[in-house]
């Protein structure tokens, strides 16, 4: 028991300084993207709505998804329904500034959440940008289906990321 203690101790120690951890989101994912035409509360807000109606419409297509194949093919049979969707949300917002839709490999900077940094890089996902997107940007994970159905990241507590060295802490200190 002692040799395993003091095998543990560096690595507990390691993990002590090193609170934040990258995580790999699957290669065969893919995401979606909304940005807000800029940071102003009204676009903050229609950005939300967008995301959120998104979301909604996606869980219902891709719930029974088993593959990135049919989930690439029901987003592409479906960029209508998500097209329409957006327009919905913008006409009730009473929205001036337009916006488009992209299905590909778009660009999605670092972004550290909860400890975790999700790597920038070019990523197979719908992204949708509102106005001039130059305002903060929402994602999340399609498919697999990690998108959680509230889009507000702040309002996402349940979501808890966990090391087996930090269980290990837990479970005896």
Do not use: H
Not at 40 to 55: A, G, P, R, W
Not at 127 to 152: I, M, Q, S, Y
């Amino acid at each position: 028991m002692k040799k395993l203690l003091i095998l543990l101790i560096p690595v507990l120690c390691l993990s002590f300084l090193n609170k934040t951890e990258a995580y790999e989101i699957p290669s065969e994912a893919i995401r979606l993207r909304v940005l807000a035409n800029t940071n102003s509360d009204y676009d903050l807000q229609v950005k939300f709505k967008v995301s959120n109606k998104i979301q909604d419409t996606m869980y219902n297509l891709l719930k029974d998804t088993k593959d990135i194949g049919e989930a690439r093919k029901i987003i592409k049979d479906n960029l209508d329904i998500i097209d329409n969707d957006i327009e919905k949300v913008l006409q009730v917002e009473n929205y001036p500034y337009g916006y488009n839709i992209d299905y590909g490999y778009n660009y999605f900077p670092k972004k550290e959440y909860k400890g975790v940094i999700y790597k920038e890089g070019e990523y197979e996902s719908i992204l949708v940008t509102l106005g001039k997107g130059e305002g903060d940007n929402w994602w999340c994970v399609l498919f697999p289906p990690l998108c959680l159905v509230e889009a507000d990241e702040s309002d996402v507590s349940d979501v808890e990321y966990k090391t087996f060295i930090g269980e290990l802490i837990d479970k005896y200190f």
